[in-house]
């Protein structure tokens, strides 16, 4: 099976399947496509196929362009069918893996996913989980699910791995094309062919590992990282305010040190699918084996009490100016997680926005990129535009995303106070009205 699959591979005779076309999986099923192999996207949601089907993107790391020739052309097509499993070779599960109410791992979509391929899946098929979960979840859940339903063994007749998505929405320099990629599948022979097919797409190194678990490990490792760096910056700033230091100089001073130090910055929560909750799978997992992750934890607390803590420094700010939180108006500034997206996926923006509302603040919001959100099952529309006039109705500017096409000389000469919690305004001159998270 091996060479077969090798062969087919070096002719790009190999069709591929995506199964979940959001941020990770639409960005790999054009990548597919680019390299020459005719790609079928999986998707529960009709809407997404048809804005595929109809050369319509909808991701921004997807060039518009490359999206409408590659269905125009026929190397690229979507559907809700997954009958047309059988006719794919390779197929990524690319679906969502959230918290469910109780902070631990909702891996349903997952489960649901192997179980619709596992009807459909041939002899000869590889199949490889993206999405981001916990150690053991392709050995554990997925191999015994393509087993039972499909009757084919696992090394004999197919092939399972683990490849984890690195998507980093926004990111200028890295895309799914260049980013290294990290592959552990079930058996040698496997890890070989997975590997061989990333290879034969992507410009970007591609990493061997023993096993599907290590190649899971690690990816919670990446993001376990940055949660905790990021939660020991968000603990610094507000010892700093305390102590009346400025934190944003200080992470700039230490930034000179040529080696030992990588800076992180602190923000009024943690946003985006991973970082905030890639550490809820590995405590999650960590119980099972005994064993308390303490340090993770600690960071989690940190970075999870950011929202209420932001909205206690507004309530500070304007309680200066004489005005209570409950009598006040609050423009948000910045729903997106991160800068310069449209992506608001666990945006703490969301949290502030809510805080403020149950203490009785009348709060709207702007941000470029998103004109409505939905939380909760609601729809939250923000307002159209800012200009001098807008900006000067409310009490307190409160910025949550360092957007880049915001005038924000227009907002510190026109509004009464600002709130700054990702330092968007260090450029500006006059900072009386400005205080810094």
């Known amino acids: 099976m091996k060479e077969i699959l090798l062969k087919k591979i070096h002719e790009k005779r190999i069709t591929v399947g995506v199964v979940g076309l959001g941020y990770v999986g639409l960005p790999l099923a054009v990548e597919k496509a680019k390299a020459g192999y005719k790609t079928i996207g999986f998707d529960v949601q009709k809407e997404k196929v048809d804005l595929v089907n109809q050369g319509h993107n909808y991701i921004g790391d997807v060039v518009d362009d490359d999206l409408k020739d590659l269905v125009a052309n026929g190397m690229l097509k979507a559907t809700t069918d997954f009958n047309f499993v059988k006719d794919v070779d390779f197929v990524a599960i690319c679906v969502p893996t959230p918290l469910d109410a109780h902070q631990q791992p909702d891996i349903s979509y997952v489960k649901s996913s192997a179980e619709q391929i596992a009807k459909y899946m041939t002899e000869g098929t590889m199949v490889v989980l993206e999405s981001t979960t916990y150690p053991g979840t392709t050995e554990e859940l997925l191999k015994p699910i393509l087993e039972k339903r499909s009757g084919l063994k696992c090394g004999k007749d197919f092939y399972l791995g683990f490849s984890p998505e690195r998507v980093d929405p926004g990111n200028k320099q890295f895309k799914t094309k260049n980013t290294p990629k990290v592959v552990g599948a079930i058996g040698e022979d496997a890890t070989e062919v997975i590997a061989a097919m990333y290879r034969s797409v992507l410009e970007g190194d591609v990493y061997?590992?023993?096993?599907?678990?290590?190649?899971?490990?690690?990816?919670?490792?990446?993001?376990?990282?940055?949660?905790?760096?990021?939660?020991?910056?968000?603990?610094?700033a507000m010892l700093c305010d305390k102590m009346g230091i400025n934190y944003w100089e200080v992470v700039d001073a230490a930034s000179t040190k040529p080696y030992g130090f990588q800076a992180f910055y602190p923000g009024p929560g943690l946003g985006g699918h991973c970082i905030p909750l890639d550490p809820y799978y590995l405590s999650w997992k960590a119980r099972e084996y005994g064993f308390h992750t303490s340090m993770i934890e600690s960071s989690m607390i940190v970075n999870d009490k950011m929202?209420?803590?932001?909205?206690?420094?507004?309530?500070?700010?304007?309680?200066?100016?004489?005005?209570?939180?409950?009598?006040?108006?609050?423009?948000?500034?910045g729903i997106a997680y991160k800068q310069d997206i449209d992506d608001y996926r666990e945006s703490p923006a969301i949290d502030v926005i809510e805080i403020l509302n149950k203490n009785g603040a009348t709060v709207e919001f702007f941000d470029p990129y998103i004109p409505e959100y939905k939380h909760k099952g609601k729809k939250f529309r923000g307002i159209e535009k800012i200009d001098s006039k807008i900006i000067s109705k409310y009490d307190l500017i409160m910025i949550t995303a360092s957007h880049s096409n915001i005038d924000y000389n227009m907002i510190n000469d026109n509004a009464k106070a600002i709130f700054d919690t990702k330092n968007a305004m260090k450029d500006i001159s006059g900072r009386e009205k400005i205080e810094v998270l």
């Open 307 to 333: 929202p209420e803590y932001c909205v206690e420094r507004a309530m500070k700010i304007l309680n200066r100016q004489g005005k209570a939180l409950s009598k006040s108006k609050v423009l948000v500034l």
């Open 208 to 236: 061997e590992v023993s096993s599907p678990a290590i190649a899971e490990m690690e990816k919670i490792l990446e993001n376990t990282y940055r949660n905790i760096n990021i939660g020991l910056a968000n603990e610094m």
